[in-house]
């Protein structure tokens, strides 16, 4: 019933930019952590970003500085500004959200289906 799409991946060389968006959808009563994890081949995968509903961020090492994270509560969408791409970045790039749908009033972690991002020269 909820459900995230994220979009805004694809190809970029070294030093460009990306912007991923994350659409949460359904009958949702309320959205409080959202986040970026990603998954590079041979690797786990890890946390990128993290944004509370209240707007406090928290950034993977390797991303700080270059990465920007941010939400529009109004529209239900979590966003990801990726500035001075590396190629270690090359992954698979998925958003987390913990959401509260209208059916059931309690709480789940809530993922979407990923979006490859690719950074090569």
């Known amino acids: 019933q909820v459900q995230l799409v994220e979009s805004g991946g694809g190809l970029v060389q070294p030093g460009g930019s990306l912007r991923l968006s994350c659409a949460a959808s359904g009958s949702i009563f309320s959205i409080y952590n959202m986040g970026w994890y990603r998954q590079a081949p041979g690797k786990q995968r890890e946390r990128v970003a993290a944004i509370t509903s209240g707007g406090t961020t928290n950034y993977a090492d390797s991303v700080k500085g270059r990465f920007t994270i941010s939400r529009d509560n109004a529209k239900n969408t979590l966003f990801l500004q990726m500035n001075s791409l590396k190629p270690e970045d090359t992954a698979v790039y998925y958003c987390?959200?913990?959401?509260?749908?209208?059916?059931?009033?309690?709480?789940?972690?809530?993922w979407g289906q990923g979006t490859q991002v690719t950074v090569s020269s």
């Open positions: 987390n959200a913990a959401i509260t749908a209208r059916a059931t009033m309690s709480l789940s972690h809530y």
